[in-house]
Nanobody, 130 residues
């Protein structure tokens, strides 16, 4: 069983940047796709970004394209989410997740789906003030 621990969230202003980190322990995630999801109050958990096992194939949800960058360091069992030009609508709890497959492609259709991911972190709060 893999454990995931996110960090890097906080309270920032519109236009600021944050870098989230997710460290995995318990097993290597170097052959697994990983993803970032977020959940705002009263809303469903949605995908934000995902990355294939070797980092070669990223995915970004439309609302974050051009502003967020996902990356990974398999030697450190860690995935990152660099968030620039933050907006109030980015406010949410951000969750890291790992999938027992090398790619994030989903049978559900467009983009990664939360039901395809097997293990989740506890989340880190990101709040963007206007």
């Amino acid at each position: 069983q893999v454990q995931l621990v996110e960090s890097g969230g906080g309270l920032v202003r519109t236009g600021d940047s944050l870098r989230l980190s997710c460290v995995a322990s318990g097993r290597s995630v170097s052959t697994s796709a990983m993803g970032w999801f977020r959940q705002a109050p009263g809303k469903d958990r949605e995908s934000v970004a995902a990355i294939s096992w070797d980092g070669s194939i990223p995915y970004y949800a439309d609302p974050v394209k051009g502003r967020f960058t996902i990356s990974r360091d398999n030697a450190k069992n860690t995935v990152y989410l660099q968030m620039n030009s933050l907006k109030p609508e980015d406010t949410a709890i951000y969750y890291c997740a790992v999938r027992r497959a090398p790619h994030w492609y989903s049978a559900y259709g467009d983009g990664p789906h939360k039901d395809d991911f097997d293990s989740w972190g506890q989340g880190t709060q990101v709040t963007v003030s206007s």
